[in-house]
């Protein structure tokens, strides 16, 4: 299983990056994203054209799960309340991308 | 005419219309007949009045037109929850209040307001005295640690501005800039007016017309001319001194070497455009509004005196006449160069200055 987790947006404009491999990360944490990804129906969330209000928050998720991959990008705004554990831990493991 | 009375106030009661017309004799009866049937027209404009106070119009000055802008301000707290709006702590004409994000947020909302009226004669942000609705202490919550986390944001969405109190190590809270609560503002002008699309280079005007104005209205409270400013958007809710989060004068300079976040990441010129995917910024629409920004830095200062006059005008005029969702840089660009035209004449000084600035990013 791997994971790119990509934010971006708000006022600031900054960007965070969490990238995860299952065939690196420890199980622990395989487990507990699997989880997260299971609970949240990820795969069966349609990508909606979200009404992006300004300096809202982007979440850029890629999720490629055996012969499944797929990428949401949604608003903090828009997110689906099932979606939105997935992404405060994949947000809080997240680093600032540091440009230069 | 009448000036001082108000003739909402001053309408004789239904009751003693009747009797009048009972009683009174032919022309007392038909005074009293048609005060009655405008009387019924009145208290349905008093009952609007009395739900939307920004419309105060006295209708009845024959032949003059008087219209009284007036700002109305609400100023919410969320509490630390995501419920918007929240509790209302200050309300127009409220007494400052002991939480300085609330106070800041009025101020800030008041100043905003001050520069689109007495300047470009907008009536806030939709034109018509829509009331400037704010709320701070917005929180998130953390379904990783299970309780309501500080927000490293302020956004518009759509119907008012929201503050976050930042996370206490990168950000402090975002009511301290005034031109971060004017950045916001904007946004909802341009909701209003261009609509530009939130993404690539019309959000990336989206974005550059919010830093516009939310500069302008920081110098203009400052009083400062354009040698005078800092360029800078958000000098101090990146908590440390040496860091802004943008800068229109130096694109790329606002902050460097920061521990956390590193380097500012936004250009001053086409050649370093960023083509970034949609799932990046809305494609970059904060990095690339460093371009747009540089030139409205470089027009502002070839005119010289206060930016919020001259060039501000051009820039106001363009975004509320000109523009349309899809514009590009480009579009800006030519639409800038002829609001100069329009309003200082062909060959003034302002229209060079205009199309230089839009030359030296290379937009043009």
Known sequence: MKIIYHESGGFAGLQKKY?????????????RLLSLIDNSDFFDIAQSEDNFRPDSVLHSITIDFGDRKKTLNVSSAAAPEKLKPLIKTLSKKSSYTKNR | MAFGRNHIHCIIPPHMLERIIEQGDTKQRALALRALMQGQTLREERS???????????????GLESFTAKKIRRVYDAQCRDNLPGVLVRDEGGGSVEDDAVNEAYEGTGHAWDLFWKEYKRNSIDDAGMPLISTV?????????????????AFWNGEQMVYGDGDGQIFTRFTIDIDITAHELTHGVTDYTAKLVYQFQ???L??????????????????????????LIGEKVLIGDKYALRSMKAPGTAYVNHPIIGTDPQPANMDNYLDLPIWNDRGGV?????????????????IGGFAWQKTGVIWYKTLAHKLHPSSSFINAAESTIAVAREEYGSGSLEEKAVREAWEEVKVI
């Open chain 1, 19 to 31: 990238e995860f491999d299952s065939d690196t990360g420890s199980k622990e944490e395989a487990d």
């Open chain 2, 48 to 62: 609007l009045l009395q739900r939307q106070p920004s419309l105060i119009r006295p209708r009845m000055l024959t």
């Open chain 2, 137 to 153: 202490h917005i929180c998130e919550w953390d379904t990783v640690d299970s309780r309501w986390e500080d927000v490293n944001n």
């Open chain 2, 202 to 204: 019309p959000g990336a």
């Open chain 2, 206 to 231: 989206n974005e550059h017309f919010s830093d516009v104005f939310g500069s302008l209205c920081k110098q203009r409270v400052l009083g400062l001319d354009v040698k005078e400013a800092d360029w």
């Open chain 2, 286 to 302: 904060h990095i690339n509004s460093g371009i747009p920004n540089h030139a409205f830095y470089l027009a502002a200062m070839r």
